[in-house]
Structure formats: C-alpha cells, structure tokens
C-alpha cells in the first residue's frame, strides 16, 4: 500500500509539471516564418542557403529540364511525336501557349526563386568566413547570372530581334524579397539591360571561383555560361575566347563515346542508379533517388525507365537526320517507340553544360569572324574534327553551315535548337524565328499580382 501511495504521488508531481509544461508551450506565438537577420547569422548559414539556391536552379521546372524542354517542344516541326494528356505541353508543341499555362508559370516562379535565394546569400556575405567569402560569392552570382539569362531568354524578344534597349525583357531584383507590397511591384527591364546583369554576375563570378569546386560552379562554369550568353548576343570575339578559356584549362575533356557522355542508362528491368558527372560536365544539375529531380527523363523517358513515354522521336527524323556511320545515331532507344538515350536514367544528372559546346563555340566564332590569328590558336576546322571524331566521322570542310548542322547533330533535344533558330534567323515551319509565339508569355498570374508588369505581344 505505502508502495502505491508514493507512486501516486510521483505520477501527480510529473502530471503537474507535465500541465505546466504544456501551458507555457501553448503559450508560445506561432511562428511560420524566419526573418533574415534571424536566419542567416553564420557562414554555416549562408553556406546551407546557397546549397538551397543550387537546389532551386536545378528545379525540375527550371535547370532540371523543364525549361529547356518546353523551348525544344516551341523549336519542334517533325522530330518529336507529342503523345502526352498534358494541356500545357500540347500548347508548345502546337506553338500556341496560352498566359495562363502552368508550366510556363512554373518556369518564371523558380527562375526568381533562385534569384532569390542567391539575393539573400550575396546579402549575407559579411556572415562568410574570409576564406570562403569568394567562392560563396561567386557560386550566388553565377546562379542569379544564369537565371536571369535563362528567363530572359525565354520570356523576351531574341537579342537580335529589334533593339535590345528598348525591347521589355523581365525584372531585375538584386536584393532579398522578404515581404510583398507595393515596393516590389517591379517593372520588366530592357532585354539588354537584363543581359548586361548576366554578364556582370557572370564575370565577377569567374573572377571569384576555384577552378575545382566538386559538382558546384566553377571558373569555367561562369566562363562557360558567359560563352552561351555572348554567342547569343552575337559577341563573337568575346564567345569564342570564353570558351576557350573552358577548353584550355584542361578540367574537362570529351568522353570517349558520345553516350559516355550522358548518365548511363540502367539495364532493363534493374533500378536506376544515380551517377557522377561526366569529364565532359562543365555543369549539371545533381540528382539523386532522394533529392533533385531529372525534367528531361519525365518525357523523354520511356515508362520502363521512369518516364511517361510522352515524347517519341520520329524514326524517319532519326533517319534523315543522322549518317549510318555517326556514333550520334546509337543515341537512342527502342522501347515499342523510339526514345532519346540522353535522359534514359530518371536519376542521371542533367547536364547543363558541356564540353562539346565550348569547342562548337570557338569554331563558330572564329569562322564567322576569319581572324588572321584564329582565337586560341584553333581552326574552326580543326575544333569541328575535335567533335565529329568522337561520332566516328571524317571532317574535310568547316563552313558556317558545317558547324551549325553540327550543332543540331550534338544538341539534338537538350533545348538548343528555339535559341539557335532565333540567332540565326532561321525559321521553325512555316512560323517565323521572331514569332511572338515563340515567346513565353508573362504569366497572366504575376500580371494580375503586379500591376507593373506589361504582357509580351500577341497574348
């Protein structure tokens, strides 16, 4: 009895407090938000921040796929067959996307979500041990640089379409957003003024970066972009020699068959497994069976290796487009129909990036330029030899249409082809290259949010 008496006096003292306990915890105001000057107080904060922001560009709606996949549904005429329910991509595929398409939306929001986040980096950047404060600096700008590139691109006329100085392109936010109100009801920049920031975030991030930084950007990665940005722009000096600064710093090299340069594919009926980036990655977006999340393979795949077997490519395109002879042909797959070998692994990286593009770039650049001292050193026919080797092919001329043709052979469906038919004027169909249909509309929900903001033409 005395046993049970002190029991029952233990378990009321722990009831009591366990009362008290409760009433101060529901005492506490909820909280569903952080202020920045609450959240960011260490470099171990920052850092944790800037790996959110790489996360954010490498949203499947964004790096990861989906933006690059919606301009090669706009450039497609006769090499994807679209067999897909969703609404939105018919509208690309059909060259009539509408203010309201969800995947459209999509592109903007994690386009300015990345944005963002490197904002609240580069505005924490006092928070940074020293001897980091270059590279977290120059990993924010190089996102913030290759987002703005992207949706500018994207959502604006072509650079050479009209006059980049008067032409809207998208807003230009360089600090943290922590509350909306009417303050942040900005006004779409010019499209060169939007380039212009891409190219200051860009080579203050060149200058910033290691040139080995694991899987995050590098010097070359910021270089590399920059080569993508002024090709463009139709910079070809500048193009060219950023992107022989890529070739010549001997990080990368091309892999020794061209699927090798892709995330292998898992054998049928075996789970896929993520991979490492490539030695021709100058950058990819990570993915893995937890986090990240491969857009290409979504559609491109075929349902047994993840995808949703929307997109098939034609075989007669296959035929017309490739030689018998060209490594580029084994590229894809026969699952029923027939699929691109690319984004075969659900949980391969996406590459963003690569090697083959650089030397693609110098050879355009010194070809249209015909420089007496080609730059780098490097003919146009020899850095065309450089990547018809690898597809087993034999090179004897390097005219500008040689190395365009060779584009579209290398780039097939990894979202080149809208922005290179808008450079070079060349047009999809029958629908001209500066077709307003050829533009992202400003979503329709961001217009009604911001009274500032002014749609693109023809919605």
């Keep these: ?14 009831f009591l407090m366990a009362l008290s306990s409760c009433k101060k915890a529901l005492d506490i105001n909820p909280v569903d938000t952080i202020e920045q000057k609450n959240a960011l107080l260490t470099s171990k904060d920052v850092e944790g921040a800037l790996v959110g922001a790489y996360s954010d560009l490498g949203s499947r709606n964004f790096f990861g ?31 009539q996307l509408l203010k309201t398409n969800v995947f459209v939306d999509n592109v903007w929001a994690a386009g300015y979500t990345a944005i963002n986040d490197a904002n609240n980096v580069i505005a924490a950047l006092d928070k940074v041990e020293p001897a980091k404060k270059n590279r977290v600096e120059g990993e924010a700008k190089f996102i913030r640089g ?3 590139f992207e949706l500018v691109r994207v959502f604006a006329k072509a650079y050479n379409d009209g ?40 080579t203050e991030a060149e200058a910033k970066l290691p040139a080995t930084n694991g899987f995050f950007a590098t010097k070359s990665a910021a270089a590399a972009m920059l ?14 020699t950023a992107a022989n600064r890529v070739i010549t710093s001997g990080n990368y090299h091309l892999t020794d068959t061209y699927l090798g340069a892709f995330p292998k594919m898992p054998e049928s009926g075996r789970p896929a497994k993520p991979g490492d980036n490539t030695t021709e990655d100058v950058f990819a977006v990570q993915v893995t069976t937890l986090t990240g999340f491969n857009g290409f393979n979504e559609f491109y795949g075929s349902s047994t290796f993840g995808g949703r077997g929307d997109a098939v490519i034609s075989q007669d395109w296959i035929d ?23 984004f075969g692994n659900q949980f391969g990286n996406v590459p963003v990036i690569r090697l083959a593009e650089m ?10 330029l015909a420089p007496a001292a080609p730059i780098g050193g490097i003919t146009p026919l020899q850095d065309l030899t450089t990547v018809r080797d690898r597809a087993g092919l034999t090179t004897t001329t390097a005219t500008l249409a040689d190395i365009l043709n060779e584009r579209k052979l290398e780039f097939a469906f990894e979202g080149f082809s809208l922005h290179d038919a808008k450079r070079t004027q060349t047009n999809i169909g029958n629908i001209p290259w500066n077709s307003t249909s050829l533009v992202f509309p400003i979503p329709q929900r961001e217009i009604d949010a911001n009274k500032n903001l002014v749609q693109n033409p023809g919605y």
């Design 65 to 95: 796929g989906r933006s690059f996949l919606i301009t090669d549904f706009l450039a497609n005429t006769d090499a994807i067959e679209w067999g897909g329910t969703y609404e939105e991509l018919s509208q690309a595929i059909n060259k």
């Design 320 to 342: 017309e487009t490739y030689a018998p002879d060209d490594d580029r042909i084994n590229a894809f797959y026969d699952d029923d129909d027939m699929f691109t070998a690319k």
């Design 1 to 14: 009895m005395k046993k049970t008496y002190i029991n029952n006096i233990i378990f009321a003292c722990v």
């Design 146 to 148: 290759s987002a703005y």
């Design 163 to 202: 006059s980049p100085s008067t032409n809207l392109g998208v807003p230009i936010v360089l600090t943290p957003t922590n509350l909306i109100s009417e303050a942040n009801y900005v006004s779409r920049a010019t499209v060169a003024a939007v380039y212009n920031q891409a190219i200051t975030d860009l």
């Design 359 to 368: 030397y693609l770039i110098r050879a355009e650049s010194n070809a249209r």
């Design 227 to 240: 080569a993508r940005l002024y090709l463009q722009m139709g910079n070809y000096t500048a193009a060219g």
